[in-house]
């Protein structure tokens, strides 16, 4: 095994050719839309909505990230300490995730919900995965209402209090809202205002799904 097999394999835990029996990794063409918003704008609401409408498999990165505290693995209390002030995971440990569980689902359509959150995290995806997103579906809701939301969601995420949603609006607003930008001048956000009812926000987002599965996107 050469030093950049045994490298990618390390970063992120692949079999290798040899290790598969001399079948080859499975090589899947797949099609990616990031769902993109801030901390209670919906992201996930509407996911679940997308799923069962367009067949798509649904990936969080908080959720994988929360998952991986819950299984108390290696890196869990350094996550649960970075999630608890707000912070944004380190890029390998986030994409080394989602990459693992796309390739354990057996579809080619993801949403990656929550992710990208950053330029770092963007380089880390292409360069480990070559994978191109068909376009980035943005909510775009106000803090005001966001926080409202996150405040009342009563599901037990130590993150749902005041001082760290302050913190996760500040991170939204540095690194991710840059990126939503950078992504709207390639012509590739597709926005919706994200503070009105759910079926409202999905009547916006069925229009786009249905646009994009005409064009073939
Ligand atoms: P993550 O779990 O992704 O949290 P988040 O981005 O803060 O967003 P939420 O999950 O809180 O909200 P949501 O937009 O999914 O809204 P939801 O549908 O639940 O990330 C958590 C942390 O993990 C980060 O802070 C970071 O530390 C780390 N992390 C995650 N991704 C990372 C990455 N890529 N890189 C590095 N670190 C990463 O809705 C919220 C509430 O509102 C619910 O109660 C819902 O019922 C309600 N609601 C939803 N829509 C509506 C509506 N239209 N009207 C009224 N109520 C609504
Ligand atoms: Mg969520």
């Known amino acids: 095994m050469g030093n950049c097999c045994a490298l990618l394999k390390s970063i992120m835990g692949f079999a290798t ?23 209670g704008s919906g ?27 819950k299984a108390g693995s290696e890196h869990g209390t350094m996550i649960q300490n970075m999630m608890n002030e707000g912070k944004l995971v380190p890029s390998d440990i986030t994409v080394r995730l989602i990459q693992k569980a796309m390739q354990e689902t057996d579809n080619d359509k993801f949403l990656l919900d929550g992710f990208p959150r950053d330029e770092e995290n963007v380089r880390t995806f292409e360069k480990l995965t070559k994978i191109e997103p068909d376009f980035i579906l943005f909510l775009d809701c106000p803090e005001e ?6 405040l009342s ?65």
């Open 17 to 39: 050719e040899e290790e598969h029996d001399g079948r080859l990794p499975k090589q899947k063409k797949v099609k990616v839309v990031f769902v993109l918003g801030g901390p």
């Open 145 to 150: 209402e966001m926080t409202k939301r996150l």
């Open 43 to 69: 992201k996930g609401t509407v996911c679940a909505k997308i799923v069962e409408q367009f067949g798509y498999s649904h990936l969080s990165s908080g959720e994988l990230l929360r998952k991986e505290i």
């Open 153 to 217: 969601r009563n599901q037990g995420r130590e993150d749902d209090n005041i001082e760290t949603i302050k913190k996760r609006f500040r991170v939204f607003q540095e690194s991710t809202l840059p990126l939503v930008n950078y992504y709207a001048s390639k012509g590739k956000v597709r926005k919706v205002d994200a503070a009105r009812p759910v079926e409202a926000v999905f009547e916006s987002v069925k229009t786009i799904f249905s646009s994009a599965n005409e064009q073939g996107a």
